[in-house]
Every structure is written in structure tokens, then in C-alpha cells.
């Protein structure tokens, strides 16, 4: 008896050391697994363009937006952040000529990143620009400056520039098949980064929408629809379809809720990411969002699998001489 006793206490501390052992194994795989840096690579040029067109506006009406005599006074602006961490270089630099300078070199950072010139410094004074402009001009700020500072964070991080850009091909130009890129645990990281934090901002935003009635209804999107302070496209003729308002309604409701969840496994990932690029390209031309719906696709691409990129190279890209025709990383670590 006092034999079975004791095997039986000892199975039973030993499957919790197991289990732990398990999730601390699948918890570090998942994080810290090196994986292609191809994909973030793509979320580099995407974002850059994106946050060049965003650093040109800025530069439309510079003094308006930073300025001391702008929309908004530095002195209402630190009343309304109400936070003594709401740093902003513009604060440091008020006068107009100081204000120029710093936008543009908000711009040329933006446009570094895009080519991938010096691709980390780029990275991280991008980032610094858009918080500054942020913190300065709170008002302004929509879900387009949200999102690109949720991807410049994981470009911040990871090697963005290791492919697909002027630093890659100097470094392969310099050495050869040696400069190509390998297999990165910081890649893996940036990624899993942006998919998690995406998986956040889906989640709440769609609990969100659960507190509103019309979107139990289904008929939030005739609202927005109906909206002549967003709408670009006239499509008040859906009025005379309710039902189709009720299936698309409820489709946005269940997708944006379902995301965190179906959009790891395999079998509904690609569903779920063309659903994706739908519904932020369907915002972008009815609502007049497009610069947001084309940042929400690219925060997308992170779980797009570098195969996949490569795929389409070999497809519209017949040379093979190129760096991007000789691979390496597994392309199947995202997917």
C-alpha cells in the first residue's frame, strides 16, 4: 500500500511539472522561434509610405498644427494631456523655423524607413516624430496615427531592413550570398507583436460595439452610411435593402469579435484576413478613411507567411539573380 502511495503522489506532482514544462516550451516557441524577416520587411515599406504621406500633410500647414499660434496652444495642449509624460519634441523646438526642421525630419526618417536606409535609425526617429506629433496636436489624432504607431513599435524592434531594401542590397552587394538575411528571433518577436496587439485592438473594438443597440439591430452601418459629415460614396439606395444592411451589420460585428480567436488556425486565417482587407477598403471608400484602412491591412501582413511573398517574387519577378531569389529562414513559421 505504501508502494501504490507513493507512485500515485508522485504521478500526480509530476503532470503539472509537465504541463508547465509544455507551456513554458509553446510559450518560448511561439515567442522566440527565428523566423524570415520578409514579411516585416513588407510591413516596412507599407508603413513608411504611409507615414510619408501622413508627414506631407503635416507639412501643408505646419505652423497649424505645431505651432505656437496653431489650433491648439502648447498651454491647452499640456491642460488637456494632463500627463507629464506626454513628451513632444515640438515642445523643445517652438519657434518656426525649429518647428520646419523637425517636421522635416519627421519626413525624411519616414522615407528612410520606406527604402530602408539605415533602417533601425529611421525606425526609431519615425517613431519619435509620430509621438511628437501626437502629443502636439492631440486633436488630430484618429485611428491612422494609432495604428502606425502600433506597426513602427514592432519595426522599432525588429530587422526590418534585412530585406527588401538599400541597406539589404549594399550588405549583399559587399559580400555576396553573405549578406542575405537569416532566420531571426527579432523578426519573430516584431511579428508576434503586432498580431497580439491587433488581436487586442479587433477584441475591444468589437466589445465595444456590443454595448451599442444598433449593432444588435443591424443597422449601424446605415448610420455611418447615411452620415454626410464621412460618407464619399452615395449608397443611401441600400435603404430600400434593410436586409442587406441587417447581413453585412452583423458579419462586421461577428468577424471584428471572432479575430482574436479564428484568425490563428489555419483553416480560417486566410477567410478571416480577406474579410480583413474587405472591410477596411470597404471603410476607406465610403467613409473616406483610406489612409487608416490601408494601415489596418498592413498590421495585417504580419501573419501573412514569408512563403507567400516569395511566391508572388517568382510569379512577377522571372530573374533569378536577384538576393530574393535565394531564400532562406522557414517560411512556414508564421504560418
Not at 511561439?30 to 513588407?42: G, M, R
Not at 494609432?146 to 531594401?165: A, C, K, N, Q
Not at 538599400?166 to 531571426?184: I, K, T, Y
Not at 464621412?230 to 439606395?237: E, G, K, M, W
Request: aromatic share 12%.
Amino acid at each position: 500500500m505504501r508502494t501504490n502511495d507513493h507512485v500515485h503522489h508522485t504521478s500526480a506532482t509530476a503532470a503539472p511539472r509537465g504541463w508547465f514544462a509544455e507551456w513554458a516550451a509553446s510559450w518560448n516557441a511561439f515567442w522566440f522561434t527565428p523566423c524570415d524577416p520578409l514579411p516585416l520587411a513588407v510591413i516596412r515599406i507599407a508603413t513608411g509610405l504611409i507615414l510619408t504621406w501622413s508627414c506631407v500633410v503635416w507639412l501643408l500647414d505646419v505652423d497649424a498644427f505645431f505651432g505656437d499660434r496653431g489650433w491648439m496652444s502648447p498651454t491647452q495642449v499640456w491642460r488637456m494631456n494632463d500627463q507629464p509624460w506626454q513628451w513632444s519634441w515640438y515642445f523643445a523646438g517652438s519657434s518656426p523655423t525649429m518647428i520646419r526642421v523637425l517636421a522635416g525630419v519627421s519626413l525624411a526618417a519616414a522615407v528612410a524607413l520606406t527604402i530602408g536606409l539605415a533602417t533601425p535609425l529611421a525606425a526609431v526617429v519615425s517613431f519619435a516624430g509620430l509621438v511628437s506629433a501626437a502629443n502636439r496636436a492631440p486633436l488630430n489624432v484618429f485611428g491612422l496615427d494609432d495604428t502606425l504607431g502600433l506597426l513602427l513599435i514592432g519595426l522599432v524592434i525588429g530587422p526590418s531592413g534585412r530585406r527588401w531594401s538599400v541597406d539589404w542590397l549594399l550588405a549583399w552587394a559587399e559580400q555576396g550570398r553573405a549578406g542575405e538575411s537569416a532566420p531571426s528571433v527579432r523578426a519573430n518577436v516584431a511579428l508576434r507583436l503586432i498580431q497580439v496587439h491587433l488581436c487586442v485592438v479587433y477584441f475591444f473594438s468589437g466589445a465595444g460595439k456590443l454595448l451599442g443597440a444598433s449593432w444588435w439591430e443591424g443597422t449601424a452601418l446605415w448610420g455611418a452610411l447615411a452620415n454626410d459629415m464621412y460618407r464619399t460614396s452615395d449608397l443611401r439606395n441600400l435603404a430600400r435593402h434593410p436586409l442587406v444592411i441587417n447581413v453585412l451589420t452583423l458579419s462586421t460585428l461577428f468577424w471584428e469579435v471572432a479575430y482574436p480567436a479564428l484568425v490563428w488556425p489555419r483553416l480560417t486565417r486566410r477567410l478571416f484576413l480577406a474579410l480583413a482587407v474587405a472591410v477596411h477598403l470597404g471603410i476607406g471608400l465610403t467613409m473616406g478613411m483610406m489612409e487608416f484602412g490601408l494601415a489596418m491591412i498592413t498590421a495585417n501582413v504580419a501573419f501573412v507567411p514569408a512563403g507567400v511573398f516569395r511566391q508572388l517574387v517568382r510569379l512577377f519577378v522571372l530573374s533569378d539573380s536577384s538576393p530574393s531569389s535565394h531564400p532562406q529562414g522557414n517560411p512556414s513559421s508564421l504560418s
